[in-house]
């Protein structure tokens, strides 16, 4: 009989098989040796991990013990391993770890909690040495699109992704932070308060995740600028034109021309900032679509748009100086003002972002290394304005970011999931680019060409019947049967959040509207065979039935189904959604997330 393949995420860098087992369940009493004693809660994880995996009861045995060789795992500090890397041997006689760092030794403890996830009692022997090609490998959230977690959920998503070797958290914030002075902002948003910041960081420290502050605080404030209170700070209080023709009723930028701007982005960071132990701040100031259309125009043609611009910018670095942050940044607009790029403080941190699979991670990522700037390469999981999300096009654009952010020398790699238009695609969906993104950071070349999905199977729904990482992974896929792409969205998503949908109907023939809802229904069919290991198992099976029921509905409305059978559907499946959404999440923002389909119920 062959020995099944040793699943493992991420892939190690290095793993060698050797002959024999290590049979945990000869061990009435199983010993853990700490042999530095530098690290007791690494030992006493694993003593947990094998408790709830096993039902196996172990003690922690410190420095000095004596026959420490005789016992059954021996953590033992080196220094020449590298920085958060490890050695992880087992052998017949024992499993022997080895680390410089207590990361090192936290990610040896992850590697052995899915070698027993997967072997039970008898670990096969094998050598693994593991060491991660990014010091920081992070996941963003937005938070400020409607959709703003529950404590517990965010505590399940930062065990998820400590698993995978994530080490950096954001939460994307523009309106969704309890700041004292400014409760009509958020008051009917359900905020994080600042003693649940403090809670969430304690709880990150623990797994050797690093709780990140992220507060908008140029473009992407109309939660504020629509108040009357703030609407003077406003570059254009009454609307502007994007770059690509649109309109756009109201406000969305800070006049970086005001001085009470600046006074209102220092009181927030004065709250903010205080709450994190990370001595980093994402400070945003991407898209700022409106400037030069408003309040600074005469300056912008002056100076120059992407002067104004930075002006500001270096004026809120003076502030993560006086607060003694390093300032993380998006870089899309001082990429289109490359001219400024040697101009930045030398202590400011870059972030190249962009979300398609052909994204010019490449060329971009030249220019800050070029300049001598370390940054990070910031991929999506393409998750949001879709539903059921972007298979291909989330793998491409994350394998993309790593390849390139590697060649390049990034520092970091985090990976964003944005909510855009209701956040409408349920946590389950999340899943698997996380996991992906997570593989690529931690190291390329021994998870490019990796099984995804045997690894999702296996290590993320749990799923002895080995149904849920091939579905969600067709699932993300299944708007490719329509024939008709489109930028940074699915054009399933945009058959049931358009109002006018003729253009998709004109585009998208009727026979593939129809082949697409066979393929969806393909796709969902063995969904009941499922067998998830997760105490969330039933919550995700529900968030994947109607993630698909709501893709249906939009093929129905394309397709010109009448009226009087959609509308009932989808006001069912609303309602569904709503439940879903509080098994997760906040109460606010749902009424704002759930108009759009109750729109689509009624007309």
Not at 391 to 399: E, H, I, P, S, V
Not at 563 to 579: G, I, K, S
């Amino acid at each position: 009989m062959s020995t099944p393949e040793i699943v493992l995420l991420p892939n190690p860098r290095r793993l060698v098989r050797e002959q024999g087992a290590h049979a945990l369940k000869n061990h009435h009493r199983l010993r853990i040796f700490d042999e530095s004693g530098s690290f007791p809660r690494v030992a006493e994880r694993i003593r947990r991990d094998l408790r709830h995996l096993l039902r196996l009861e172990s003690e922690v045995v410190a420095a000095g013990a004596d026959k420490a060789d005789a016992m059954p795992i021996i953590l033992r500090r080196d220094f020449s391993q590298p920085a958060q890397g490890y050695r992880l041997h087992v052998t017949p006689r024992h499993l022997l770890i080895e680390f410089a760092d207590e990361a090192g030794a936290y990610y040896a403890a992850m590697t052995l909690r899915q070698l027993v996830r997967q072997f039970r009692e008898a670990l096969p022997a094998c050598l693994i040495e593991d060491a991660p090609d990014l010091p920081s490998r992070g996941v963003m959230l937005d938070i400020s699109r409607d959709k703003v977690p529950t404590m517990e959920t965010l505590f399940r998503l930062v065990d998820e992704l400590a698993e995978l070797k994530i080490n950096h958290l954001e939460l994307y914030t523009e309106h969704t932070f309890a700041y004292r002075n400014h409760r009509e902002v958020w008051q009917h948003a359900s905020p994080m308060t600042a003693g649940e910041v403090r809670e969430l960081d304690a709880f990150c420290l623990e797994r050797h995740v690093e709780l990140v502050p992220n507060q908008n605080c140029f473009g992407h404030m109309t939660r504020w600028l629509d108040l009357p209170r703030y609407r003077e700070l406003a570059e254009c209080p009454d609307g502007f034109t994007y770059p690509w023709g649109d309109k756009r009723d109201g406000p969305y930028s800070l006049n970086p021309l005001d001085p009470r701007s600046l006074e209102l982005v220092r009181e927030l960071f004065g709250e903010l900032l205080p709450n994190f132990s990370s001595r980093k701040c994402n400070v945003g100031c991407d898209e700022t679509f409106d400037l030069g259309q408003g309040k600074s125009k005469a300056e912008c043609e002056r100076l120059g748009k992407g002067r104004v611009y930075f002006e500001f910018l270096l004026k809120i670095h003076r502030l993560m100086q006086q607060h003694g942050r390093t300032m993380h940044f998006w870089g899309d607009i001082v990429l289109h003002h490359p001219e400024l790029i040697p101009e930045l403080p030398r202590d400011v941190m870059p972030l190249v972002w962009g979300y398609e699979a052909d994204h010019p991670f490449d060329t971009q990522c030249a220019q800050f290394a070029a300049a001598g700037f370390p940054f990070y390469v910031c991929p999506g999981t393409s998750a949001w304005n879709t539903i059921a999300g972007r298979t291909d096009n989330a793998l491409g654009n994350l394998r993309s970011a790593a390849e390139n952010g590697r060649r390049h020398g990034a520092v970091g790699y985090l990976n964003t999931e944005w909510g855009d238009n209701g956040h409408l695609q349920p946590y389950v969906i999340s899943l698997l680019p996380y996991a992906a993104g997570a593989a690529y950071a931690w190291c390329y070349e021994s998870n490019r060409g990796a099984d995804l999905v045997a690894q999702l199977d296996r290590h993320v729904f749990r799923d002895a019947a080995g149904v849920l990482g091939r579905l969600v992974y067709d699932l993300g896929n299944v708007h490719l049967e329509t024939g008709h792409t489109i930028f940074n969205a699915t054009s399933l998503f945009r058959l049931i959040s358009q109002v006018d949908i003729a253009n998709l109907q004109a585009a998208i023939p009727p026979e593939k509207l129809s082949r697409t809802r066979d393929r969806l229904r393909a796709i969902m069919a063995p969904l009941a065979g499922a067998r998830p290991e997760r105490d969330d198992a039933d919550l995700i099976r529900h968030e994947l039935e109607t993630a698909a029921a709501l893709l249906e509905c939009g093929i129905e409305r394309g397709l010109g189904v009448d009226p009087a059978q959609r509308f009932p559907r989808l006001r069912d499946v609303t309602a569904e959604y709503r439940r879903q959404w509080l098994a997760r999440n906040r109460p606010g923002g749902l009424d704002d997330s759930a108009l759009l389909l109750e729109k689509r119920a009624q007309a």
